[in-house]
């Protein structure tokens, strides 16, 4: 039964906690108008999470629901996250199908879940988890090996020992040869300009980025 659902995409459904317009507020699509799918599921529970609404609910939808409602925004830039949205099985169907629409997509996961079935036209944006998020040992390391240059890893950073951390993964898993690395602060817990001054004391081949979005809007849901 599971074969005939992967054939059959016209059968595949997803349960979406939220579909929304706004400005990509992160990574190298910063300041793009894009649609967001928020798929609804999170294995993890990072300390700081600024979306626990996604974690349970939504609501059931086909995979023509989804590309119907993307559509009506003519946005070339679309977004898969969550939540952790490779925790629905089907999620790389989902991808698939709006690559094939000529979209340009990212996917924003965790790390802690298995990427190599993700389409190679999607820009993966891995979100490392620091010790600060209280799931650092949840890091699929294995997933780097599936990084291509256009994808991104994002480390979310609550404080200097996060920091220091990041610095070591960054030396010892050679993350800039990979791809773009970019190191965040946590909205209202670390201070943005004290970050920028740690990177540049070191020299750290990483962007700076902070959340567009909050600093447009706040910590307001759908934006």
């Not at 199908?97 to 997509?105: I, S």
């Not at 298995?114 to 600060?132: I, T």
């Amino acid at each position: 039964m599971e074969a005939a659902v992967e054939a059959d995409p016209a059968g595949v459904r997803l349960r979406v906690a939220e579909i929304f317009h706004s400005l990509q507020g992160e990574g190298d699509a910063s300041g793009w108008r894009t649609v967001f799918i928020r798929l609804t599921g999170c294995p993890l529970r990072c300390v700081w999470c600024d979306t626990e609404y996604a974690f349970h609910g939504g609501q059931w939808h086909s995979l023509a629901d989804i590309l119907a409602a993307v559509a009506p925004f003519a946005a070339r830039h679309v977004c898969v996250t969550g939540g952790e949205p490779l925790a629905q099985k089907r999620c790389p169907i989902l991808l698939r199908a709006l690559c094939d629409r000529g979209y340009a997509v990212s996917l924003e996961t965790s790390g802690a879940l298995d990427v190599s079935q993700v389409d190679p036209r999607v820009v993966k944006v891995m979100d490392l988890k620091a010790p600060g998020s209280g799931e650092c040992a949840r890091n699929l390391w294995g997933n780097l090996e599936y990084l291509s240059p256009h994808d991104q890893v994002k480390i979310v950073l609550a404080d200097r020992t996060d920091y220091d951390w990041a610095r070591g993964v960054l030396e010892e898993h050679r993350l800039a040869e990979r791809c773009t690395v970019l190191l965040s602060p946590v909205y209202g817990l670390l201070q943005p300009g004290t970050l920028a001054d740690w990177i540049l004391e070191d020299k750290l081949p990483v962007r700076f980025q902070v959340q567009l979005h909050k600093l447009l809007w706040g910590d307001v849901p759908g934006h």
